[in-house]
């Protein structure tokens, strides 16, 4: 059974903190994506990375730094937290295979709170 | 650029009810079509997805047909359930880098 886990479901931090949120898949794929959730947004992506120690930014990466030492683990970074990074963090992940028809399989999510 | 417009939610519906969730999408080439769906408390999960044109997607008692000409993905399940509440999101896959293009989401409540 394919598995996306994220290392924390619920997250509290403080304005300024440096955060980490790691993600890692089973599946040994190339593509991994670190999305967030708002209501009425949809899913923004922040980055994306399509092998080892490569990556890309999205459409909202500012304030967001990713790194990817393993093919398993994608990690995002959040260098200062400020209270406009409060959201919902999803990761995903996906083969190369068949480009635009592969699937990406997601995590739960974690719910992050900035104060 | 590529983007997806999905029908404004909440939805609202009794059990056994038909459900159409409106798709349309703007997209250069031959984009992939997906819709996912969130359950409470969970991340997203495939739903069902269609590569190309007049293909039907289907999974669960969900359909949706890739239709070129409308540049539309619509959702529909004949008779829902109290389980299917949820949020759906449509997306589109373009390009050769597997990144996909999201939908605001259509949350879907179904009452007994």
């Known amino acids: 059974d394919v598995k996306v886990t994220q290392s924390s479901r619920y997250l509290v931090k403080r304005t300024g903190e440096k955060v980490f949120l790691e993600c890692v898949q089973d599946?040994?794929?190339?593509?991994m994506f670190w999305y967030r959730q708002d209501p009425g947004l949809g899913l923004r992506l922040i980055y994306f990375s399509y092998d080892v120690k490569m990556k890309e930014k999205g459409d909202i990466p500012e304030g967001y730094s990713v790194s990817r030492e393993k093919k398993e683990r994608f990690s995002l970074i959040l260098e200062s937290a400020s209270t406009n990074q409060t959201s919902m963090y999803l990761c995903a992940s996906s083969s190369h295979g068949q480009g635009i028809r592969e699937t990406q399989y997601f995590g739960p999510g974690t719910r992050l709170l900035v104060l | 650029g590529n983007s997806v417009t999905q029908m404004e939610g909440p939805v609202t519906l009794s059990e056994e009810a038909f459900l159409t969730i409106n798709c349309t999408y703007t997209a250069t080439g031959y984009p992939s079509l997906f819709w996912y769906v969130q359950y409470p408390g969970e991340g997203l999960q495939l739903l069902l997805k269609?590569?190309?044109?007049?293909d039907k997607g289907s999974n669960k008692g969900f359909e949706a047909t890739y239709r070129k000409e409308t540049t539309s993905f619509h959702l529909e399940k004949g008779s829902v359930q109290v389980s299917d509440s949820a949020v759906y999101f449509c997306a589109l896959g373009s390009g050769n880098t597997g990144k996909l293009i999201f939908g605001q989401g259509t949350t879907l409540q179904v009452k007994p």
């Open positions: 269609a590569t190309k044109a007049d």
């Open positions: 599946m040994d794929h190339e593509n």
